[in-house]
C-alpha cells in the first residue's frame, strides 16, 4: 500500500517524521537521498525503538483510531441490556472495554504474534449477542424502555441489565475457550483449508449489514444531525485525505519549526463526531433544539444525560466479576461460537497484512498460532471483567501503518498503555456518553458501510465470472437477511420440544452473519469447481506462510525474555504448535537462510576451507556495501553502542537483517 504522490512533492505520510533513511558511513561522508527515492520505505521497522515522544504521539492517534469502534459496542450493547437511560453504567462498560482491550494488547504485541497490531471489541461477536438478547426471555421490560419510570439505583432495574450481562458474559468465557484450544492446538491451519473467499465474505459483510436496524435508530432521532455527522466524516476521510495541516514542531537540529500533518486522514471520525458534538451543543443552548420530550429531534440534545459527568468517579478500578458470577446457556455459547470462528479468520488475515505493513517477514505457523491463541485469552478476559463482549486484532489500525509508515511494536505497546490509562480515568467514559444518538446513529452509517464493505472486497480473490460463484454469494447474503428477518417477526415458530434446542436454535437462526456464512461454507465445499475458480489459490497465495526458520523471522517473532532460548534447549518442545522451532544458526550453516548472503551447506557435512575463506570475505565485503547504502543502517550502529557485550557477530547478523526489511517496499 504505497502512499499517494502530492503535487506539492510531500508524501502521504501521516506525520512528517524526522527519521533519516541513510545517514553518516563510517568514513563520516553524508550519504544524499532524496525524498522521492524513500517513498515506500518505512521510518521505523517493527523491532526498532522510536523516540519516546513520538511513541506517545503515535499511540495516541493508534488509540483514537480505533475508538469509533471501541465505543460504539458498549451504547449499542446498551440497548439489548436495558441500559438506555442508565448513562453512568454506560461509562462503566466503556471504561471497562477501554482497559480491558489495553491489557490484551499489551499481552498480544508481547506474548502473542508480536507484530504492531491493536486489540479491541470486535462486531463479530456483537451479532451473536443481540440475538441472545432479543429471545423472549431476555427482552427488556417495557417499563425500562421509558426514562420518567427508570430509577437506576433500585434494585430491580439493577437486577434487569446485570442478569442479562452475566449471562453474556458465561457465554463469551465458554466460547474463548474454543479460540485458546483452536490456536495453541495449531487447528486454525487445518480450518483455512476449507474457508475460502466465498465464505468469509457473506460472514463479513452480514456483520455490517444486520446492524442497519441500530444505525437507523438512532440517526432517525434527527436526520439533520445524522446527516451531517456522515457528510463530515466523509468529507474528511475521502475528500480532504491529502491535504496536510501545518503543525508547530520542536526539535533539536531544527529547532522550533512547522511539520505537516495530514491530520484529516488518520482522524476522520473523531473530527467528525467532535464537531456534530460541538454543534449540537451550540444549539443546545440556545434552545434551537426542541425542549419537549415527545417533540421530534430533542433527541440531539447534549443535556439529556444530567449529570454523568459530574457522577461518574475519577478514578475507577474495573475487576473480574464486577457484574457478578457469570451464568452459562447453552444457546448463548453455540452463538458466541460462530461469532469466534468468524473473529480468528479476519485476524489471520490482519496478521499478514500488518507485517507487510510494518516492514517484517510474513508470520510463521508458530506466531500464528500464539496469536489466535492470545486472541482466545483476551476474549476470556473481556468475558471475566464483563465488557459484554470479546477482543480482535483491529484491521483498521493496520491500515494506519501504511500511512504512518511507522511499524514498531513499540508504538502499539504505549497505545495499550494509554488504554489501560482511559479505562482507569471514570471521567473519560462518561465524557463519551453524553455523545447525542444522532451523532452516534450518523457514525454507524459510515462504520457499518465500511465494514460491509470489507467482506465483499474478499471477493477479489474469486473468479466472479463465474455463476456458480455469483449464485453462492447473491444467495448466502440473501438468507442471511430474510431468515433472521422472519424469526424475529416470529419468535414462537422455532418449537420443537426441547427448550435447550429451540433456544441455540433461536440464536443461531438470527445471527445474520453464521446464516449466510453457513450456507456460503457448504454450498462452496460441495457444489463443484476449480480451485482457481473459487479463489482458494489466490486466496493461499496472497495469506501464503512462506516464512522461514530465517535470523529475521526469529528476532520479530520469537518470545521475549530469552523464553525462547530456554524453550529451544528442549528438542521436544519443537513440536508444540506455539512454540518457536528453533534457532536458525548461520555460524556452522546448518540452518542457512535462503535470503542469506552464506550460501547453504549440505547438512553434516564440513566444508572445504577455501569456501569457508570465501564466504567470509564474501560476506563482509557485503557488509561493508550494506553499511554505505542501508536505510537506517547508522542508526542501528547507533542503539547497538552501548551494548558492549554482544558479539561482533550477532551486530553483523542484526545489521544485515535489517537491511532486507528496511528496503522491503510497503
Known amino acids: 500500500m504505497a502512499p499517494e504522490k502530492q503535487n506539492n512533492g510531500l508524501d502521504n505520510y501521516a506525520f512528517a517524521l524526522e527519521a533519516r533513511f541513510c545517514d553518516l558511513n563510517d568514513t563520516g561522508e553524508e550519504l544524499q537521498s532524496s525524498l522521492d527515492e524513500d517513498t515506500n520505505k518505512l521510518a521505523y521497522c517493527v523491532t526498532d525503538v522510536p523516540p519516546w515522544y513520538l511513541c506517545i504521539i503515535l499511540g495516541i492517534q493508534h488509540c483514537l483510531t480505533a475508538f469509533g469502534g471501541i465505543i460504539a459496542i458498549p451504547l449499542i450493547l446498551s440497548q439489548g441490556l436495558c441500559l438506555q437511560h442508565d448513562s453512568l453504567t454506560q461509562s462503566h462498560l466503556i471504561s471497562t472495554i477501554f482497559f480491558v482491550s489495553g491489557i490484551c494488547t499489551l499481552l498480544q504485541v508481547t506474548f502473542g504474534i508480536r507484530l504492531p497490531i491493536l486489540q479491541g471489541g470486535t462486531f463479530t461477536l456483537l451479532a451473536p449477542s443481540m440475538a441472545m438478547l432479543s429471545m423472549p426471555e431476555w427482552t427488556c421490560p417495557a417499563w425500562t424502555q421509558n426514562a ?257 509508515k511507522v511499524g514498531s511494536r513499540m508504538v502499539i505497546v504505549a497505545g495499550g498503555v494509554l488504554m489501560v490509562v482511559m479505562g482507569v480515568f471514570g471521567k473519560v467514559g462518561a465524557v463519551f456518553t453524553t455523545i447525542p444518538s444522532p451523532v452516534i446513529g450518523g457514525m454507524f452509517m459510515v462504520m457499518f458501510g465500511v465494514i460491509s464493505a470489507a467482506g465483499v472486497s474478499n471477493l477479489q480473490y474469486a473468479d466472479m465470472n463465474s455463476s456458480r460463484n455469483i ?124 535470503n542469506s548472503l552464506e550460501p547453504k551447506l549440505l547438512l553434516g557435512r564440513p566444508a572445504p576451507a577455501p569456501i569457508i575463506v570465501g564466504v567470509g570475505l564474501s560476506f563482509f565485503m557485503a557488509l561493508y556495501n550494506l553499511t554505505n547504502d542501508c536505510a537506517h543502517t547508522s542508526l542501528w550502529w547507533s542503539a547497538l553502542e552501548p551494548t558492549a557485550c554482544w558479539t561482533a557477530y550477532t551486530r553483523v547478523s542484526r545489521v544485515r537483517s535489517k537491511s532486507s526489511w528496511c528496503r522491503r517496499q510497503v
Open 148 to 404: 420518567s419510570l427508570v430509577n437506576t439505583s433500585s434494585t430491580d432495574f439493577i437486577d434487569v441489565w446485570q442478569s442479562r450481562l452475566r449471562a453474556l458474559q458465561g457465554s463469551i468465557i465458554v466460547g474463548s475457550l474454543f479460540q485458546v484450544f483452536v490456536g495453541f492446538s495449531g487447528l486454525i491451519g487445518l480450518f483455512m483449508r476449507f474457508i475460502g473467499p466465498l465464505t468469509i465474505a457473506p460472514t463479513i459483510s452480514l456483520i455490517g449489514l444486520s446492524l442497519f436496524d441500530s444505525a437507523g435508530g438512532s440517526a432517525g432521532n434527527h436526520w439533520g444531525i445524522s446527516s451531517m455527522t456522515t457528510a463530515l466524516i466523509i468529507l474528511f476521510s475521502q475528500y480532504l485525505r491529502h491535504i496536510s495541516v501545518p503543525f508547530p514542531t520542536y526539535s533539536k537540529d531544527k529547532k522550533l519549526h512547522t511539520s505537516r500533518v495530514y491530520v484529516f486522514q488518520i482522524l476522520p471520525v473523531l473530527l467528525g463526531i467532535t464537531l456534530s458534538w460541538l454543534i449540537c451543543y451550540i444549539l443546545t443552548t440556545f434552545d434551537v433544539l426542541p425542549t419537549k420530550p415527545n417533540m421530534y429531534g430533542y433527541l440531539a440534545r447534549t443535556d439529556l444525560k444530567g449529570d454523568v459527568i459530574g457522577q461518574a468517579p475519577w478514578f475507577t478500578f474495573p475487576y473480574p466479576g464486577q457484574w457478578g458470577v457469570p451464568t452459562v446457556s447453552l444457546a448463548g455459547v453455540v452463538g458466541i461460537l460462530a461469532g469466534v470462528i468468524s473473529s480468528m479468520i479476519e485476524s489471520v488475515g490482519d496478521y499478514h497484512a500488518c507485517a507487510r505493513l510494518s516492514g517484517a517477514p510474513p508470520p510463521p505457523k508458530h506466531a500464528i498460532n500464539r496469536g489466535i491463541g492470545i486472541e482466545g485469552l483476551g476474549c476470556l478476559l473481556a468475558g471475566a471483567w464483563g465488557t459484554g463482549n470479546g477482543t480482535t486484532s483491529y484491521s483498521e489500525n493496520v491500515g494506519a501503518l501504511g500511512i504512518t
Open 471 to 594: 449464485f453462492i454469494f447473491g444467495f448466502s447474503i440473501f438468507t442471511g437477511l430474510v431468515i433472521p428477518n422472519w424469526i424475529l417477526k416470529n419468535p414462537n415458530a422455532i418449537a420443537t420440544g426441547v427448550i435447550e434446542l429451540d433456544q441455540v436454535l433461536q440464536v443461531l437462526l438470527t445471527t445474520s452473519m453464521f446464516v449466510g456464512g453457513f450456507f456460503g461454507f457448504i454450498l462452496d465445499n460441495t457444489i463443484s469447481g476449480s480451485k482457481h475458480e473459487r479463489g482458494i489459490l489466490a486466496w493461499n497465495k496472497a495469506h501464503e506462510d512462506d516464512s522461514s526458520n530465517t535470523l529475521e523471522s526469529e528476532e520479530v517473532y520469537d518470545l521475549p525474555f530469552g523464553i525462547s532460548s530456554y524453550l529451544s534447549s528442549s528438542p521436544w518442545l519443537r513440536y508444540i504448535p506455539f512454540c518457536p522451532t528453533g534457532r536458525p544458526s548461520s555460524l556452522d550453516g546448518s540452518r542457512a537462510d535462503a
